[in-house]
């Protein structure tokens, strides 16, 4: 649930570690959402702020690979579909401004065009020796959900098989920066 020291330590041992961190911890992230920004997240904005209302995060839905190994036992389509309206709403998505300029989330949230955010849900790395998966759903929280369920088992699956074997090397205090 936290970057902690035994988290630490067992990345340090070559292990491969799920990290569902509590999404209250995470300062430098933006709030989930299913419904998109429509079409002018600076005038809907603007209009909340104008009537004291709260301000929508302005996301415009996800983008995955429905083909990688991690969805194996999630079936899912390439964007925003109606499985993901629950996960998403109990979602942070975390800034990935400072990772290398290729890296790519499992799960992309996509930013809007006036702050474009690289946002992610789902990400994964090599840290020192081990292997990370860093999920920003609360699965644990939504465990009643079926869909929540379904993609914590497809991703222990993935993380248990010879295909997990992620591309990008990210030392500790990147990894820190973003959830912090």
Request: aromatic share 8%; hydrophobic share 45%; charged share 20%.
């Amino acid at each position: 649930r936290a970057l902690d020291e035994p988290t630490r330590q067992a990345l340090a041992a070559g292990k491969s570690v799920l990290l569902v961190p509590e999404l209250a911890a995470l300062t430098q992230s933006i709030e989930g959402s299913f419904a998109s920004a429509f079409w002018n997240f600076g005038m809907f904005r603007k209009l909340a702020e104008e009537r004291g209302k709260p301000v929508a995060p302005g996301t415009l839905g996800i983008l995955c690979d429905p083909k990688h190994t991690a969805f194996e036992r999630f079936p899912t389509d390439g964007h925003s579909n109606w499985h993901w309206f629950h996960l998403l709403q109990g979602s942070r998505a975390l800034i990935l401004d400072t990772l290398p300029s290729g890296y790519r989330p499992l799960v992309q949230v996509i930013d809007n065009f006036e702050r474009a955010h690289r946002l992610g849900v789902v990400i994964e790395a090599r840290v020192g020796d081990g292997k990370l998966v860093v999920c920003s759903i609360d699965l644990l929280g939504l465990k009643e959900r079926p869909e929540a369920r379904q993609l914590l088992h497809s991703l222990l699956a993935y993380m248990g098989s010879p295909q997990f074997n992620p591309a990008t090397q990210l030392d500790l205090a990147t990894l820190e920066g973003v959830l912090r």
